[in-house]
Structures are given as C-alpha cells and as structure tokens.
C-alpha cells in the first residue's frame, strides 16, 4: 500500500521544497519508487511536463531527484501572478483563467477534487508520495475551502511533520503559534516537527528544542543545519536566487524584473568559474562594465516594460549598446526588445499595444493560445543542438527574424539584429546544455568548466547526505501512512 508523508512549513520560504527534494533523493536510494506532490504551488517559475503541461519549477527538481519526469499530477494546481491583485490558475496543467484573489477563493473549493485526482493516481504508481504545503497552515483565515495545507492533510488522511526556520528567529513561538491556532482536528494530523537553516552548532539549539518538544507533546525529528550547496539548485522563489561572488570573469547581468519567469535560465552560467553573474535589482542602474545584458522571461510582458522603464533600464540598455555591449531576450524579454507588443485581446492585462525598446526589428502580438512543449533547437551559430523549452503566449515576426538564432523541425525561431550584438529567443533551458553553453561562452572568449547536469544530480546527493546526516530521516519515512 502507497504511504504519504507531509511537510508543512510555519510560513513561506522555510525550506520545504529542499527538504522534500532530500526526502525524495534519500526514499529513492532506499530502493523505493518516490514521486512528489504539491496540491497547490504559487510561481512564476515554472516547468514544461512529460504530459504537455507546466508545473513549478520546485517540483520539477523533486521529480528529478525522485529519477523522475516531471508529471502535471505533481502539482495539480499552479497559480502564476500576473499583478499584485491576480494571478492565472493553471490546473493540471493546463491553464484554467486569471482571477483576483477574492475570486480564488470562490474558486478553490471546486479545485479539490482535481487535486485529490492527481494524488490517487500519483499513489497508484509509486511506493510513496511526498507532499510538500504551501505557506503556512497557520494561516487559519484561510482554512475555509483549504487545498494546499491541511485542508488537503486531512481529506487525505496524510501525516504531517511541521518545519520551522530558526534563521529568521522566533522558531519556538513558529511552532508552538502554530499549534495553538490550528484547529484540533487538524494539529491530530501533526507527527513532529523539524528546525531548518541553523547556523553554527545545532547542539547549541538543546534547550529550545527540548522545550518545544515538552511545551507541544510533537516528536522532533532534528535540527538541519544551513545547507551552503542550495544555491546550484533552480531556484522557485525569485527571492532565493543567489549566485556566488566574483571579482572578475565575463560579466553577466540579468535584469530582476518584478514578474520575472523561469529565471533558472541563469543557473548553468551562474555555476561558471569564468562568468561573473548580477541578477540586478530594481534601483541600480545597469553596470557600465557589463559584457551581455540578459532580459528574462516574464509572466507580463507589458506590465514588466513599463517595470524596466521605471527603473531606467531602458535608457541604460541603449547606452549599454551603444558601447558595443551585448543583449540577449528570452521568451518576454525577447519581446520587449522589438519594436511594439500588441495584446489586443487583453490576455495579459489592459487589451492595447506598447512600444518595445527598439533593439530589434520585430513586432509581437499576444495570442490565446499558450505554447507548452520540450524543444530540440539547432544553434544558428554555431550548428550545435540543445535542448530546452517553449512557455508562452504570443508570436513574433519581423526582418530581423531572417537572422534566426537557432532553428526547430528546420523552422527559424528567434531573431538577431543586423550588427549580432542583440538577440531573441522563444527557448527556456538552453544554457543547461553544456555543449550550447560552451560554444555561447566562447563567442566572448571565456571558457566553459562546468556540467551543469552532473553538478545538480551531484548536489542533491549531498542535500540527501547532510540530511541523514543531521534528521531522523528514517523516523520521517516511517512516520508515512
């Protein structure tokens, strides 16, 4: 029989997606068939399954942790913020409509059977299932029509060890606040509890730990102390995207926009000794000494121009250019490089058209119909082919697309201005090609020394490693149902 186990969280951001990709890496070298489950994710950041569909990015490195394709039945519902107020609603993997908040909410009590679909069928392939929540359960203003916490927990029937995270402070009121506020029925779900992020000796934490346990009758199950390797794993939270400190190298910046999408684009580049990566927030101007400028993908285009404009980046990319500087769009960004964006079914906001920033000759039209799929592209310059992924709605044509960057089923897609210095691309992923990566890398005379594949496969090893090493990982296996 399929056994579960969940791992909620006392708030966003404590963890719970390394934690289940460990528990998932540490289940599959025990010899079981592991699958993860999300019922409800919010991000931006998202990934193309096996089944044509898009799923967060976290589950999709669970997936693979678990030897894994990413399947749509991981994470059943997927909300992707266009504004501050909404979000569109993706369910199993197909978008279903943009909605406001208090909409949602109206609209989430409907969603629990689709959710609960995707997790028998999950539970009919696999040995077990690996479930991570979403926010915190201690949020009980939202308990009513509840899919992503304990309302799932319970209509599940699934265990849950709750994780705190002792580097923002207060874990011991995190806990046992939690606790306090659940509803009865719900905290009966509660195995334990677990403390993430230490940093310094955990046997330091003796007494507090021991206090929880006593105050809140929970098992622990251990003190993890702060993983340093997270950061060469794809990021889901744009806040949570780090890269490491050089004082030299090509020097690569990446703009942080507000709606940034599928911004792990950056993480194979950011793991090259010889590049020197700045995910540039809002408020600083672009680098004078920036080598190539890199506009990412974004769940609004439009929205995200305007975004750009406000923080003079545009003005700072025509000098950038002027320098002889290089600029690289992918999926939005390479929209915005083009002459206008037209939404005129205002599918991504206000239906109206803006003008982009001109770097290239191309006009964009945003469609209905949202491409999904895994790619095989050819390299227009260099004659290698990669792999990656198309997600996005729109289609782009103008003279500049007569200089492809790359082809696909002998099509061109993606376009270059007439000098070369600015190019567009539809397709996600292709700097996790190590051969594509090297042969980019080397147009600008820096060499390639890393596999970026084998560097995460080697990573969640070690986050299994120092797993076992500092929980109770068998007692967090066993306490499955």
Same mark, same amino acid.
């Given at each position: 029989?399929?056994?579960?186990?969940?791992?909620?969280?006392?708030?966003?951001?404590?963890?719970?997606?390394?934690?289940?990709?460990?528990?998932?890496?540490?289940?599959?070298?025990?010899?079981?068939?592991?699958?993860?489950?999300?019922?409800?994710?919010?991000?931006?950041?998202?990934?193309?399954?096996?089944?044509?569909?898009?799923?967060?990015?976290?589950?999709?490195?669970?997936?693979?942790?678990?030897?894994?394709? *990413?399947?749509?039945?991981?994470?059943?519902?997927?909300?992707?913020?266009?504004?501050?107020?909404?979000?569109?609603?993706?369910?199993?993997?197909?978008?279903?409509?943009?909605?406001?908040?208090?909409?949602?909410?109206?609209?989430?009590?409907?969603?629990?059977?689709?959710?609960?679909?995707?997790?028998?069928?999950?539970?009919?392939?696999?040995?077990?299932?690996?479930?991570?929540?979403?926010?915190?359960?201690?949020?009980?203003?939202?308990?009513?029509?509840?899919?992503?916490?304990?309302?799932?927990?319970?209509?599940?029937?699934?265990?849950?060890?709750?994780?705190?995270?002792?580097?923002?402070?207060?874990?011991?009121?995190?806990?046992?606040?939690?606790?306090?506020?659940?509803?009865?029925?719900?905290?009966?779900?509660?195995?334990?509890?677990?403390?993430?992020?230490?940093?310094?000796? *955990?046997?330091?934490?003796?007494?507090?730990?021991?206090?929880?346990?006593?105050?809140?009758?929970?098992?622990?199950?251990?003190?993890?102390?702060?993983?340093?390797?997270?950061?060469?794993? *794809?990021?889901?939270?744009?806040?949570?995207?780090?890269?490491?400190?050089?004082?030299?190298?090509?020097?690569?910046?990446?703009?942080?926009?507000?709606?940034?999408?599928?911004?792990?684009?950056?993480?194979?580049?950011?793991?090259?000794?010889?590049?020197?990566?700045?995910?540039?927030?809002?408020?600083? *101007?672009?680098?004078?000494?920036?080598?190539?400028?890199?506009?990412?993908?974004?769940?609004?285009?439009?929205?995200?121009?305007?975004?750009?404009?406000?923080?003079?980046?545009?003005?700072?990319?025509?000098?950038?250019?002027?320098?002889?500087?290089?600029?690289?769009?992918?999926?939005?960004?390479?929209?915005?490089?083009?002459?206008?964006?037209?939404?005129?079914?205002?599918?991504?906001?206000?239906?109206?058209?803006?003008?982009?920033?001109?770097?290239?000759?191309?006009?964009?039209?945003?469609?209905?119909?949202?491409?999904?799929?895994?790619?095989?592209?050819?390299?227009?310059?260099?004659?290698?082919?990669?792999?990656?992924?198309?997600?996005?709605?729109?289609?782009?044509?103008?003279?500049?697309?007569?200089?492809?960057?790359?082809?696909?089923?002998?099509?061109?897609?993606?376009?270059?201005?007439?000098?070369?210095?600015?190019?567009?691309?539809?397709?996600?992923?292709?700097?996790?090609?190590?051969?594509?990566?090297?042969?980019?890398?080397?147009?600008?005379?820096?060499?390639?020394?890393?596999?970026?594949?084998?560097?995460?496969?080697?990573?969640?090893?070690?986050?299994?490693?120092?797993?076992?090493?500092?929980?109770?990982?068998?007692?967090?296996?066993?306490?499955?149902?």
């Amino acid at each position: 029989m399929t056994k579960s186990v969940m791992i909620q969280g006392t708030g966003s951001n404590v963890g719970k997606s390394m934690l289940v990709a460990g528990l998932c890496r540490a289940a599959l070298r025990r010899g079981l068939s592991v699958a993860p489950f999300k019922p409800q994710n919010m991000s931006n950041n998202a990934a193309v399954t096996s089944d044509g569909g898009e799923i967060g990015r976290a589950q999709a490195l669970q997936a693979l942790a678990c030897g894994l394709a *990413p399947h749509t039945d991981m994470n059943p519902v997927l909300l992707k913020p266009e504004t501050d107020v909404g979000s569109q609603v993706v369910v199993q993997g197909k978008r279903l409509a943009t909605v406001k908040a208090r909409e949602y909410s109206r609209l989430k009590p409907t969603l629990m059977t689709h959710v609960l679909d995707s997790f028998e069928r999950l539970k009919s392939r696999h040995d077990l299932v690996l479930v991570e929540g979403a926010g915190s359960p201690a949020e009980v203003n939202l308990r009513a029509g509840d899919i992503a916490n304990m309302g799932f927990a319970l209509a599940a029937d699934v265990p849950v060890i709750l994780c705190g995270d002792i580097d923002r402070g207060g874990v011991i009121a995190q806990i046992l606040g939690t606790q306090l506020v659940l509803d009865p029925d719900d905290a009966a779900l509660v195995s334990g509890f677990l403390i993430n992020k230490f940093r310094g000796d *955990p046997r330091l934490f003796d007494d507090g730990y021991q206090l929880i346990e006593d105050r809140s009758g929970w098992r622990g199950f251990g003190v993890a102390p702060w993983f340093p390797e997270a950061w060469k794993l *794809p990021a889901e939270d744009a806040l949570d995207v780090a890269t490491p400190t050089r004082e030299s190298g090509l020097h690569v910046v990446c703009l942080r926009l507000s709606r940034m999408a599928n911004f792990d684009d950056m993480d194979p580049l950011a793991q090259e000794p010889g590049v020197r990566l700045t995910m540039l927030p809002p408020g600083q *101007p672009i680098p004078a000494d920036a080598d190539v400028v890199i506009l990412p993908g974004s769940k609004s285009t439009r929205g995200d121009l305007a975004y750009l404009r406000a923080q003079g980046w545009g003005i700072d990319l025509a000098a950038h250019h002027r320098r002889g500087g290089h600029v690289l769009g992918i999926c939005g960004g390479y929209q915005m490089l083009g002459q206008t964006i037209a939404d005129p079914d205002g599918i991504e906001g206000p239906a109206g058209t803006d003008p982009g920033l001109g770097l290239l000759q191309i006009d964009t039209v945003m469609t209905g119909d949202k491409r999904l799929t895994e790619t095989r592209a050819t390299h227009a310059g260099s004659g290698l082919g990669f792999d990656g992924y198309e997600i996005h709605i729109g289609r782009s044509s103008g003279p500049d697309r007569d200089r492809p960057f790359a082809h696909v089923d002998g099509k061109p897609e993606g376009a270059i201005s007439a000098d070369g210095r600015v190019q567009g691309s539809y397709l996600h992923g292709m700097f996790r090609d190590d051969g594509f990566r090297a042969a980019w890398l080397a147009q600008f005379d820096t060499a390639s020394q890393a596999g970026y594949g084998e560097t995460v496969e080697a990573t969640l090893d070690a986050l299994a490693d120092h797993m076992e090493t500092h929980l109770d990982v068998d007692g967090i296996l066993n306490a499955a149902r």
